[in-house]
């Protein structure tokens, strides 16, 4: 059994170093699409970076981009809305272990709606829903929680330092040849 898991570690690894070698925006979207069962949509962006743990489970809507360095646990499901931005090193885990004597293992979703920003090195936890137009400053521990349309959220934990009111459209679109 651990020689099996070793081997599916490795080959994990193996395919996360060659997405980092496929040379355009446009082939790495066509191979994690028809590949890997990636639902991507139309004029987004994935950079270069990219570490997942399995396939599928995993939605991005149009005009978003995901910058360089993002990991996916993508072991619950993972959406992301319409023009959304990921900036760059952010984490997402669907997956975890409970803090009780048994340390069981737990697995949730992760749903990002439309129109959300979230900043550099932050982490997003199992089971998070951010609304609509949500901003995730930089640094933060989203945990647990669906989170009202608008809200603002910063710290470790996250909370909610202030909601935006106004609608704000996003639309990502990044026309380079190379995303890096």
């Known amino acids: 059994m651990i020689i099996l898991k070793s081997v599916k570690h490795f080959l994990w690894n193996i395919v996360n170093i060659s997405l980092d070698c496929i040379p355009t925006n446009e082939?790495?979207?066509?191979?994690?699409?028809?590949i890997f069962?990636?639902?991507?949509?139309?004029?987004?962006?994935?950079?270069i970076g990219l570490r997942f743990y399995r396939l599928g489970n995993f939605s991005v809507?149009?005009?978003?981009?995901?910058?360089?360095?993002?990991?996916?646990?993508?072991?619950?499901?993972v959406s992301i809305g319409k023009?959304?931005?990921?900036?760059?090193?952010?984490?997402?885990?669907?997956?975890?272990h409970r803090n009780d004597s048994e340390f069981k293992m737990w697995v949730d979703h992760i749903k990002v709606s439309d129109n959300c920003v979230i900043y550099s090195n932050s982490i997003i936890l199992p089971?998070?829903?951010l609304s609509e137009g949500c901003i995730v400053y930089p640094?933060?521990?989203?945990?647990k929680g669906i989170y009202p349309k608008g809200s603002v959220l910063s710290g470790n934990p996250a909370i909610i330092?202030?909601?935006n009111t106004r609608n704000v459209v996003r639309s990502h679109y990044y026309p380079h040849l190379y995303a890096m």
Request: hydrophobic residues 40%; glycine residues 14%; aromatic residues 14%.
């Open 27 to 34: 082939i790495k979207v066509f191979v994690l699409k028809n």
């Open 37 to 47: 069962q990636f639902e991507i949509g139309r004029f987004s962006s994935i950079h």
């Open 61 to 77: 809507g149009d005009y978003s981009v995901i910058n360089r360095g993002f990991t996916l646990d993508n072991r619950g499901s």
């Open 83 to 96: 023009g959304v931005s990921i900036s760059r090193y952010v984490t997402f885990y669907t997956a975890g």
């Open 127 to 129: 089971g998070v829903i």
């Open 139 to 143: 640094g933060s521990v989203v945990y």
């Open 161 to 163: 330092i202030k909601t």
